[in-house]
């Protein structure tokens, strides 16, 4: 490619990013004017359900609230009056935005920061790719560089956190059964549906306090922007009346003493070693040319590494590293054999005569560059179906752990398996295949929009079991999408979906035995 082209193109996607950014959680769309959040059930048991990392909730000591008739605990009502009776009108379109529920906004934001960070590194001037750094986050190229695996990992851990912290919550909340605010106090203004729900600790400050650890870590260089939508979730939760200072304080300390055991496990994962080394790009190339195979190679000038080839050796959240082995599929066909020619074929046909229909497929599953991914565009559709049913904080936390502990998973196993196999993409095997969208830097086989997809449709249809069949058929799309597109075969998109919902029933197998049903 021209340089000044790929250039002008660097700048398009860096300013479509910061567009994004700009708009903050303009990127949801549909859940701007999100009801506030309102449970048909609060889960006053969710205490007992079973956590992901944590033994169990008594792993994070919360100290025993102040009574509601000292001075201390009246000094924090008056707080929330002082607030309330000077009141602004950008205050209170806060309480709105944060009111549709923590989970939901902290997901938001979170897509945000990966679409921000989802951004390829340009060549060195020597022709070497340099790669993102933790240690110096705001250096070229900026860390992380969320590509799919990456995001996946994120979202799971965010969300699997949340989850357990949650639980925890719930735990003490029954235990000190401390009334909210409004109950003690019953000319409080309440800007928010009530709860009978004990309002020590705060759910939404224990959101709030799990996010901001565990973004610390995954996205170093947007700390100033984290703590300021931190302190606009706190702030809104006092003028709201739905928290007193001590709820809020208790909340976030319990989040981010949770949150610290998640980092630990991410310190830990083998997540840093996926970029792999020269070395190790060389052997999976002679790996597959000693099967007697083609191997994939990076069509990009100059030939950019694969993308985090490693990074099946990821420890996963659903099952053991031997599980994920033997959830590896079969080969791919033979490059020579008459079905891979005949699979060829079909993505040239494809390609050379697309339908208006096809291509807005193709653009509506591309997720590719300066997007939330794959896994955060099904993080989205989850959100708004979620928002329909009316579920509690803690189930909102539990459902979207169960969607992103599927689609990390799923990630592993998908990366596994192409760079086990090695395969090319239909755009090397015919060069006269021209894509109708960017053609990803990474082996054929299996698809990862397929695998994700797999996995998503399969939870989130035992989760909302009246929607399986559109999320099947979504899955569906998503995959003929990256036919439709030319850059995969037939064969890696039925395979992918079959491994993707090979990996969500493990996460359906978990949702059976977690108490929450």
């Known amino acids: 490619m021209n340089k000044k082209l790929f250039l002008y193109q660097v700048c398009i996607v860096v300013a479509a990013a910061a567009i994004i950014i700009a708009c903050n959680k303009d990127i949801v769309g549909r859940t701007d004017n999100a009801?506030?959040?309102?449970?048909?059930?609060?889960?006053?048991?969710?205490?007992?359900?079973?956590?992901?990392?944590?033994?169990?909730?008594?792993?994070i000591v919360v100290a025993t609230p102040i009574a509601t008739n000292t001075p201390d605990y009246i000094a924090q009502i008056n707080e929330i009056k002082s607030a309330q009776a000077n009141i602004t009108p950008e205050e209170k379109k806060m309480v709105k935005y944060w009111s549709a529920g923590a989970i939901l906004r902290w997901n938001e934001i979170l897509r945000e920061l990966v679409a921000k960070h989802n951004l390829p590194p340009y060549q060195n001037p020597d022709g070497t790719y340099p790669i993102p750094s933790a240690a110096n986050p705001l250096a070229y190229p900026q860390f992380p560089f969320s590509n799919p695996p990456y995001a996946a990992r994120a979202y799971a851990y965010v969300s699997a956190a949340q989850y357990d912290a949650l639980v925890t919550a719930w735990y003490y909340k029954k235990q000190f059964n401390r009334a909210a605010p409004y109950k003690v106090?019953?000319?409080?203004?309440?800007?928010?549906?009530?709860?009978?729900?004990?309002?020590?600790?705060?759910?939404?400050?224990?959101?709030?306090?799990?996010?901001v650890e565990m973004l610390k870590l995954l996205f170093p260089g947007d700390q100033d922007y984290i703590q300021q939508k931190a302190a606009e979730h706190r702030r809104a939760r006092i003028i709201a009346g739905a928290n007193v200072r001590s709820d809020i304080e208790a909340g976030e300390a319990l989040g981010k003493a949770v949150a610290q055991k998640?980092?630990?496990?991410?310190?830990?994962?083998?997540?840093?070693?996926?970029?792999?080394?020269?070395?190790?790009?060389?052997?999976?190339e002679t790996d597959c040319m000693a099967r007697g195979e083609t191997p994939w190679y990076s069509l990009e000038i100059p030939k950019r590494p694969p993308m985090l080839p490693v990074f099946g050796k990821t420890k996963a959240f659903l099952f053991d590293s031997l599980t994920a082995l033997s959830l590896r599929p079969a080969p791919p066909p033979a490059v020579g054999s008459k079905q891979m020619k005949d699979e060829t074929e079909e993505i040239y046909q494809m390609v050379k005569t697309p339908t208006r229909e096809r291509t807005a497929i193709v653009q509506f599953w591309a997720d590719g560059v300066a997007t939330s991914t794959p896994p955060g565009h099904w993080d989205a559709i989850a959100a708004e179906d979620f928002i329909a049913k009316g579920f509690s904080e803690v189930r909102w936390a539990r459902n979207m752990a169960l969607l992103n502990m599927s689609l990390m998973d799923a990630a592993i196993v998908c990366w596994?398996?192409?760079?086990?196999?090695?395969?090319?993409?239909?755009?090397?095997?015919?060069?006269?295949?021209?894509?109708?969208?960017?053609i990803p830097n990474f082996p054929s086989y299996i698809s990862g929009h397929s695998t994700f997809s797999g996995a998503a449709a399969a939870i989130l249809g035992h989760i909302i079991p009246e929607r399986a069949t559109a999320y099947e058929a979504m899955a569906q799309e998503a995959s003929m999408s990256r036919m439709y597109g030319g850059i995969h075969f037939r064969s890696d998109c039925s395979v992918g979906l079959t491994v993707g919902k090979n990996v969500g029933a493990y996460a359906i197998e978990r949702a059976k035995t977690d108490g929450a049903e």
């Open 185 to 211: 106090d019953a000319t409080l203004q309440v800007l928010v549906p009530k709860s009978e729900l004990p309002s020590y600790p705060s759910e939404d400050a224990v959101v709030e306090g799990t996010a």
């Open 262 to 284: 998640f980092t630990a496990r991410a310190r830990g994962d083998r997540a840093g070693a996926a970029v792999g080394t020269p070395t190790i790009w060389a052997k999976l």
């Open 416 to 438: 596994d398996t192409k760079n086990y196999y090695y395969n090319p993409r239909p755009t090397q095997l015919n060069p006269a295949i021209k894509t109708l969208t960017g």
């Open 35 to 59: 009801p506030a959040l309102a449970p048909t059930n609060i889960d006053s048991n969710a205490g007992t359900w079973k956590p992901v990392l944590l033994a169990a909730p008594t792993d």
